[in-house]
Nanobody, 127 residues
Framework: QVELVESGGGSVQAGGSLTLSCTTSGYLSSRNCMGWFRQAPGKEREAVAAISISDSTRYYSGSVEGRFAISQDNAKNTVYLQMKSLKPEDTAMYYC????????????????????WGHGTQVTVSS
C-alpha cells in the first residue's frame, strides 16, 4: 500500500490560485494513473482530474476543465494540481489517489479504479 501526502491547500479569494502537491511513498512510475478528488460537506465525492502516468494523458471534470491542470514529476514522485480562477464552489477537501492495478479500488473516476488515497488538504474559496 502506498502512502500519499497532500499539501498546498489554504484559503483564497474567488479568482485566486492554489497549487496542490501529492507526494507518494513509492515510485510514481509504478502506478498507471493518479487522480485528484474533492468532497464538500454534504456533497458526494467528485473526481476532478487524473493523469495517466505512462503517457501523461489528462482527464478533467467539466466543472474544472480550463481552470485546473494536473501534472506529474516522476523524479520527485509527485503529482500536482494547479488551480486557477477559483470559485466558492471549489471549496472542498481535496484528496490525491493512486489507481488500483487490479481494478478493485473503491474510488472511481474517468474510467479508472483508485485504491489508495491520502488524508486530504482543505481548499476554501471565499467570495
Amino acid at each position: 500500500q502506498v502512502e500519499l501526502v497532500e499539501s498546498g491547500g489554504g484559503s483564497v479569494q474567488a479568482g485566486g490560485s492554489l497549487t496542490l502537491s501529492c507526494t507518494t511513498s513509492g515510485y510514481l512510475s509504478s502506478r498507471n494513473c493518479m487522480g485528484w478528488f474533492r468532497q464538500a460537506p454534504g456533497k458526494e465525492r467528485e473526481a476532478v482530474a487524473a493523469i495517466s502516468i505512462s503517457d501523461s494523458t489528462r482527464y478533467y471534470s467539466g466543472s474544472v476543465e480550463g481552470r485546473f491542470a494536473i501534472s506529474q514529476d516522476n523524479a520527485k514522485n509527485t503529482v500536482y494540481l494547479q488551480m486557477k480562477s477559483l470559485k466558492p464552489e471549489d471549496t472542498a477537501m481535496y484528496y490525491c489517489a493512486a489507481d488500483d492495478p487490479a481494478g478493485t479500488g473503491s474510488w472511481y473516476g474517468f474510467g479508472w479504479s483508485f485504491g489508495d488515497w491520502g488524508h486530504g488538504t482543505q481548499v476554501t474559496v471565499s467570495s
